[in-house]
């Protein structure tokens, strides 16, 4: 009995280690499945196999920003009257060319002085005209009265001399002769009165029409006057641009100085991009840019970098070194600036299948390992690709299409 009990559990054990080591051949079997399934594909091994070297090479940084295209050139347009829009001519966001009507107000009071002064221009012409034909009546009057006594007192001389001689041949008595020299003497006072008449008359007639040409001047620039407020009441833009922020409307009262639109000069324009923070500091006041737009590129150059940061971006002002009418205020572009300053670049060799795949991982080497890293790659206008960030030298690393790459870590 007891050696039964003995062999039974010799059987026993036997039959554990058989299965345990049944269950140690399944288990491997299993691993070395998994690991073959997990393993990396042939494709990966072959990249695997030939990592690329890193090299390092000098190179104008290029700074890439968006914004939009601006003007600094902006003008407020007013009401120079208390008055009413009567009419509009433009409309928000309309391009205007210089000399152009914007709009059309209306100052019925205004209007009412003005006709009432162009009026009184008429009445004050009708005067001065009716007085200076008065005086040239009056001129004339007194010049043929100073000619005709003139006339009279040369008779009289003539006829003096005559009587003169008869006197002398004892012909004409003394004292009728004595009566002839009274009567020229006295013709010859009233042609000298006339004269002198006529002189201070003369005088006269010239300072009446000074202060008549005085007095229908004043009322005559009064009534220019109040036509050049009539006409102000039209406004016309003063240069080409755009039409912003346009407050006014039909019917609407506008006080004297109200701002009623803005007109932003079309050129020169410029445009007014942001930049990373981290990229601005490679730009300096001239670099050369490049400014894309929907109506092509345009060449530029930094004029202002704002100190501020804003969300972590700088703002960048670029002056339009050509300017188009095909631009528009507040357009939206892209703008490559190409700093002056040189940095060091990380580029490898291009796989000969980089064209073939959207996207690539890179792979560092780490403790034995490669393991993927936040590297990304872009090619280059030579054809290879630079890596960002940057990485050392002679560091090798290995590119593996996303589509192909099933780790983040390998192990070699």
């Known amino acids: 009995m007891h050696r ?23 288990f491997g079997l299993v691993c070395g499945s998994i690991w073959v ?29 968006t914004g939009k295209i601006v003007s600094l050139q902006q003008q ?7 008055s009413v829009v009567e009419s509009l001519v433009v409309s928000q966001g309309q391009v205007i060319e210089a000399g152009a009507a914007l709009l059309i107000l209306k100052n019925s009071a205004l209007l009412r ?8 221009v008429a009445e004050a012409s009708s005067d001065v005209a009716l007085r200076k034909s008065e005086l040239n009546t009056q001129q004339l009057q007194l010049e043929m009265a100073t000619a005709k006594a003139e006339s009279e007192y040369k008779r009289q001389l003539l006829e003096l001399a005559a009587n003169e001689k008869l006197k002398d041949s004892g012909v004409l008595p003394a004292v009728k002769y004595e009566q002839y020299r009274l009567m020229a003497e006295q013709a010859g006072f009233e042609a000298n009165n006339l004269r002198k008449q006529f002189k201070l008359f003369r005088q006269s007639v010239a300072e009446q029409n000074t202060a008549m040409a005085m007095k229908l001047k004043v009322v005559a620039e009064r009534a220019s ?7 102000a009441l039209t406004l016309y833009a003063p240069d080409t641009g755009v039409i912003k922020n346009l407050s006014a409307d039909v019917g609407q ?8 639109l803005e007109l932003v000069k079309s050129s020169p324009l410029y445009a007014e991009v942001f930049v990373p923070q981290y990229s601005a500091q490679a730009l300096t006041v001239g670099d050369a840019a490049t400014v894309k737009t929907p109506a ?3 060449p530029g150059q930094v004029e202002f970098i704002d100190p501020i940061v804003r969300e972590g ?46 996207q690539w991982w890179v792979y560092q080497y780490q403790d034995g390992q490669l393991m993927k890293s936040q590297i990304t790659v872009r090619q280059s206008a030579k054809g290879h690709l630079e890596l960002t960030p940057s990485i050392s030298a002679g560091e090798q690393v290995v590119l593996i299409p996303a589509q192909q790459a099933d780790q983040d870590v390998y192990r070699l």
């Open 113 to 120: 002085e003005q006709k009432e002064a162009e009026l009184a």
């Open 225 to 231: 006057y109040l036509a050049e407020r009539l006409a």
């Open 76 to 82: 407020l347009i007013t009401a120079p009257e208390n």
């Open 296 to 298: 092509g590129d345009f």
């Open 253 to 260: 009262s506008v006080s004297q100085g109200q701002v009623l």
């Open 4 to 26: 039964y009990i003995l062999l039974k559990s010799q059987s026993s054990l036997a039959r554990r280690v058989r299965l345990s080591i049944l269950v140690m051949v399944l």
């Open 37 to 65: 399934l997990s393993g990396p594909s042939s494709a990966v091994k072959q990249r695997l196999a030939s990592p690329s070297t890193v090299w390092s090479e000098q190179r104008q940084q290029a700074v890439f920003g």
């Open 313 to 358: 971006a700088i703002q960048v002002r670029l002056r339009l070194t050509a300017q188009s009418h095909n631009l528009n205020l507040d357009q939206s572009v892209e703008a490559q600036i190409q700093s002056s300053s040189t940095t060091a670049v990380a580029a490898v060799q291009a796989p000969g299948d980089f064209e073939l795949f959207d």
